[in-house]
Structure formats: C-alpha cells, structure tokens
Nanobody, 133 residues
Framework: QVQLAESGGGLVQAGGSLRLSCAAS????????????LGWFRQAPGKEREFVAA???????YYLDSVKGRFTISRDNAKNTVSLQMNSLKPDDTAVYYC???????????????????????WGQGTRVTVSS
C-alpha cells in the first residue's frame, strides 16, 4: 500500500525558514511517484484546508499567491520525494501541511485541477508548522 509521509515541520520565528519533505513508500512493481502532479496543502486552526503549491508531472509549478517568492516546491522522481522550501515565514503560515498525489497522469494539468482537493488520491498525515511572531 502506497503511503506518503511528511517531515520537517516545527517551530520557527517569523522570518525564518523550514524545509518540508514528503516521501512515498510502499511503491510496488510498476508504480511510481513520478506519474502524477504532487501538491502541498495546509490547514490552519479553525480554517479549511487550502492549496499552497503544486508541481505537475511535466514540471509546471503553481503557487498560492501569498507564498509566491517565499516558497519553492520541487520534486525528485528518483527519490520519490517532493519538498517545500519555505522562507521568510510569517505567523499566517502557521498550519498543518499536507502533501498529496493527484489521480491524473497527464504531463500538464490546469491550476484549477491541482487546487482542488478532490483531484488527489493520496495524502500524507501532515506535519505541523508553527511560526511565532
């Protein structure tokens, strides 16, 4: 059974940086982490889960407007990982961060697709990020 596991969360002061990683395990014969878009979402206390960033199979990258220029998503298909480098963190970035894998295997998918939680077939358990002011 394929599972995703996030790591790298923690407590950081405003202006600091964290790097989140998401690794896939349980990939059987013929399965790969590289055959779909991968994304990061976050859920702040009392709020709904929201899209943060995604990278398509073809390498196209999408970001939530509020994280553009601060966050960088990257994928390593050989290692079956997707990462989120977060710089210049703000208290508003405090949330549990989740990585996910979409269903579609197209090389390029529209922004509306990767922003929709229903597009994802697999999620990690989340890693908590707390940014203090």
């Amino acid at each position: 059974q394929v599972q995703l596991a996030e790591s790298g969360g923690g407590l950081v002061q405003a202006g600091g940086s964290l790097r989140l990683s998401c690794a896939a395990s349980g990939l059987g014969s013929g399965r790969t982490f590289s055959d779909a878009a991968l994304g990061w979402f976050r859920q702040a206390p009392g709020k709904e889960r929201e899209f943060v960033a995604a990278v398509s199979r073809g390498g196209e990258i999408y970001y939530l407007d509020s994280v553009k220029g601060r966050f960088t998503i990257s994928r390593d298909n050989a290692k079956n990982t997707v990462s989120l480098q977060m710089n210049s963190l703000k208290p508003d970035d405090t949330a549990v961060y989740y990585c996910g894998k979409t269903r579609r295997t197209a090389f390029f998918v529209p922004l509306t697709y990767v922003m929709d939680q229903n597009s994802y077939e697999l999620w990690g358990q989340g890693t908590r990020v707390t940014v203090s002011s």
